[in-house]
């Protein structure tokens, strides 16, 4: 029962990440595409919660903190390129 | 194993919760009309139905096995302390490059005060 509870909850994160790749595609401006990406990024770590839940298993809560550190890092170098059009700012020399 | 049907029920509720929310806020995701209210959607239900499923799977492993996981409380201390940031960065960067408002939308504070600003620098 709470197998097919959990595989449930998978099918419907499933479904949000569908939503958000819906919106990757087509989102009109660059700042949507980011957004969604990194709803997807956070809804793979739902998703990995459950499963390891799923699986009863403690392998892989090392794997959601990366994912989210990993998600945080790529979307602030995006919105910074998106802002001023570089990531790393070079110190000019003079 | 009948009288510890009731850890199932209480994890089952927070996921059921946390799932209830990432589903609401990918329906936000895909109706509503510009990148702001989109962004409104997305940075709060979302995170906050990661937050409910994380702290669901921690009840899970500490009730049923005794096994207290610190990483899954940095994971949700993480989470909690990052979605807000990523939220304001996307949207001043939305902002920046121009992106327009809906069409309904009937005031923009914002752009009044950086006119005003920008006249105070000339």
């Known amino acids: 029962m709470f197998q097919l509870f959990l595989s449930g909850s998978l099918v419907i994160l499933l479904g949000s990440i569908l939503a958000a790749l819906y919106r990757v595609i087509k989102g009109p401006s660059m700042p949507d595409r980011v957004m969604a990406l990194d709803n ?37 170098a995006f919105a910074r390129f998106l802002e001023r059009g570089v990531v790393v700012e070079r110190k000019r020399l003079d | ?18 799932v209830l929310f990432s589903f609401l806020s990918a329906l936000g995701l895909i109706r509503f009309p510009d ?5 409104h959607a997305v940075s709060k239900s979302a995170n906050l139905g990661v937050l409910f499923i ?14 207290f996981s610190i990483r ?29 408002l809906a069409a309904g939308s009937i005031r923009d504070d914002l752009h009044d005060y950086l006119q005003t600003e920008e006249q105070k620098h000339n």
């Open chain 1, 40 to 76: 997807i990024g956070v809804n793979l770590l739902a998703g990995i919660a459950i499963l390891s839940m799923f699986l009863r298993t403690y392998a892989f809560f090392d794997i959601i903190l990366l994912i989210g550190i990993l998600s945080f890092v790529g979307t602030i």
């Open chain 2, 1 to 18: 194993m009948s009288g510890n049907g009731w850890i199932e029920w209480l994890v089952g509720i927070l996921v059921f919760i946390g």
């Open chain 2, 35 to 39: 990148v702001y209210t989109r962004s």
């Open chain 2, 54 to 67: 994380l702290l669901g799977t921690f009840v899970y492993f500490l009730l049923k096995d005794g096994y």
């Open chain 2, 72 to 100: 899954l409380l940095l994971g949700v201390f993480f989470v909690f302390l990052t979605s807000p940031v990523v939220a304001h960065l996307l949207n001043r960067a939305a902002y920046r490059t121009n992106v327009r």
